[in-house]
C-alpha cells in the first residue's frame, strides 16, 4: 500500500524561497500521479497541480503556474512543490496526494500534510 | 474552470439519523464515451488530511463502510450517511475531475444535533 510522509513544518519570512517534500513508499508510487493541494487556514482545498513520477508530465492549475514549481525525483521516490519567492498569503498547509491517472485524478491516498507559515 | 457548490454548509444530524449532502457543478461532469461522472468525495476530520470516500460518483473506495453512499448524475449529486455515527462528524467535500483545473467544492460540515 502507497504511503505518503511530508517534511516538516517552515516558519519563513516573505521573499524567502522554500522547497517540501513528499516521499512515497509502496509498489504502485513510481507509477501514479502526485498532486498537490493548498488548504489555507479555516479555508476549503484548492488543485495545485499534479506531476507522473513515470515522466515528469507536470500539469499545473493556471491560478498556481508560475506561482510555484511541482518536480519529483523518481530515484528516492519524492516529489516536490518549491517557490522562489514566498508571500504571507502563502501561509497554509499542503497536502500532497496519489492518483492513478491524469486524465481523471482524485487524491487516494494523501500526506499528513506541510503547514507553512510566512510572515515577517 | 468548473464550479462546483455545495450545500448545505452546515448540516446538525442526530446520531443514527441519515444525512444527506448536496454538490452541483457548473456544467456537466459526465463523460459521454464513458458514461461515468467524473465527481469524488472526501471526508476532512480536524487536524487530518482528506479521505477519500467516493469516486466515479458512487463507487466506494477501499475501506469505507457501507454507511457512506453517493449518487447523482451530470451536474447534481449526494452524499448520504445513512446513519450517522458519532466518528463521522467531519467537513465533507466534493471534486470535480472532468476537466483541469480541478475544483473541489466548498465543503459541508457535519456534526451532531
Known amino acids: 500500500e502507497v504511503q505518503l510522509v511530508q517534511s516538516g513544518t517552515e516558519v519563513k519570512k516573505p521573499g524567502e524561497s522554500l522547497k517540501i517534500s513528499c516521499e512515497g513508499s509502496?509498489?504502485?508510487?513510481?507509477?501514479?500521479?502526485i498532486g498537490w493541494v493548498r488548504q489555507k487556514p479555516g479555508k476549503g482545498l484548492e488543485w495545485m497541480g499534479i506531476?507522473?513520477?513515470?515522466?515528469?508530465?507536470?500539469r499545473y492549475n493556471p491560478s498556481f503556474q508560475g506561482q510555484v514549481t511541482i518536480s519529483a525525483d523518481r530515484s528516492i521516490s519524492t516529489a516536490y512543490l518549491q517557490w522562489s519567492s514566498l508571500k504571507t498569503s502563502d501561509t497554509a498547509i499542503y497536502y500532497c496526494?496519489?492518483?492513478?491517472?491524469?486524465?481523471?485524478?482524485?487524491?487516494?491516498?494523501w500526506g499528513q500534510g506541510t503547514l507553512v507559515i510566512v510572515s515577517s | 474552470d468548473i464550479v462546483m457548490a455545495q450545500s448545505p454548509d452546515s448540516l446538525p444530524v442526530s446520531l443514527g439519523e441519515r444525512a444527506t449532502i448536496s454538490c452541483r457543478s457548473s456544467?456537466?461532469?459526465?463523460?459521454?464515451?464513458?458514461?461515468?461522472?467524473?465527481l469524488a468525495w472526501y471526508q476532512q476530520k480536524p487536524g487530518q488530511p482528506p479521505k477519500l470516500l467516493i469516486y466515479?460518483?458512487?463507487t466506494r473506495a477501499s475501506g469505507v463502510p457501507d454507511r457512506f453512499s453517493g449518487r447523482g448524475s451530470g451536474t447534481d449529486f449526494t452524499l448520504t450517511i445513512s446513519t450517522l455515527q458519532a466518528e463521522d462528524v467531519a467537513l465533507y467535500y466534493c471534486?470535480?475531475?472532468?476537466?483541469?483545473?480541478?475544483?473541489f467544492g466548498g465543503g459541508t460540515k457535519v456534526e451532531i444535533k
Open positions: 509502496g509498489d504502485s508510487f513510481t507509477t501514479s500521479w
Open positions: 466515479w460518483a458512487s
Open positions: 456544467q456537466s461532469v459526465l463523460h459521454s464515451s464513458s458514461d461515468k461522472n467524473y
Open positions: 506531476i507522473y513520477f513515470g515522466d515528469s508530465d507536470t
Open positions: 496526494a496519489t492518483g492513478d491517472s491524469g486524465t481523471y485524478w482524485w487524491g487516494d491516498k
Open positions: 471534486q470535480q475531475y472532468f476537466t483541469t483545473p480541478i475544483t
